[in-house]
């Protein structure tokens, strides 16, 4: 019974682990490195994460400070031509960028 193999790789330096998946020819198609930096690799490093609940508050405090000016643009307005400019008020939904099974 095979339990598991020894992989040495030049992905890594010492005090790192990876680890990766494989398609049915052999080429990798993912991989997950904790580096000895005290950093995670999740199939690349060219990109960022983003932790969602700061970035949705900070979305949803933008739009407030946005419908508060409009509320001031749309009296200004108003006081030149009663009545010809309703405020939209805008919203920001990023709810379905939120990745559930992943969490920081």
Do not use: H, W
């Amino acid at each position: 019974m095979l339990l598991g193999y020894v992989y040495t790789s030049d992905a890594t330096n010492e005090g790192e682990t990876r680890i990766f998946s494989r398609d049915s020819g052999g080429s990798e198609k993912f991989y997950i490195k904790l580096t000895n930096a005290g950093k995670c690799e999740l199939n690349g490093t060219s990109d960022y994460l983003v932790k969602y609940s700061p970035l949705n508050s900070a979305q949803n405090k933008l739009a407030i400070d946005i419908n508060t000016e409009l509320v001031k643009i749309a009296a200004g307005i108003n006081a030149i031509v009663p009545g010809s400019y309703v405020v939209a008020p805008i919203t920001i939904d990023i709810s379905g960028s939120k990745v559930e099974n992943v969490s920081v």
